[in-house]
Nanobody, 128 residues
């Protein structure tokens, strides 16, 4: 499975960005549509941290406390794509954002080890 993320960039504090991540590869659409899809991020000098995850139907989500109420995760199974709408951005949101897929989910995972596939990352920079 290949994951192609896009939508990162430079934005001022309080601004918004929308990240997209399209999944492709030999895995069937049915497998992808039953997967968990999510986002992690890593700031310079810090460990990779969980941001958000969405279950196969789109109805179940988990957010990190630091983004709750500001970020919204959604998915379009017809397009094998996951989105992250980021509003009210803060300088501490500056990081490389990675989309992830868990093809055999047991639960909505929040640990990096629970995800087999990772995108290449897209940079989000929030200026103060």
């Amino acid at each position: 499975v290949q994951l192609q993320a896009s939508g990162g960039g430079l934005v001022q504090t309080g601004g918004s960005l929308r990240l997209s991540c399209a999944a492709s590869g030999r895995t069937s659409d049915r497998t992808l549509s039953s997967s968990n899809m999510g986002w992690f991020r890593q700031a310079p000098g810090k460990e990779r941290e969980f941001v958000a995850v969405v279950g196969w139907s789109g109805g179940s989500t988990i957010y990190a406390d630091s983004v709750k109420g500001r970020f919204t995760i959604a998915r379009d199974n017809a397009k094998s794509t996951v989105y992250l709408q980021m509003n009210s951005l803060k300088p501490e949101d500056t990081a490389v954002y990675y989309c992830v897929v868990d093809l055999t989910p047991l639960r909505l995972g929040i640990r990096p080890s629970e995800y087999e596939y990772w995108g290449q990352g897209t940079q989000v920079t929030v200026s103060s």
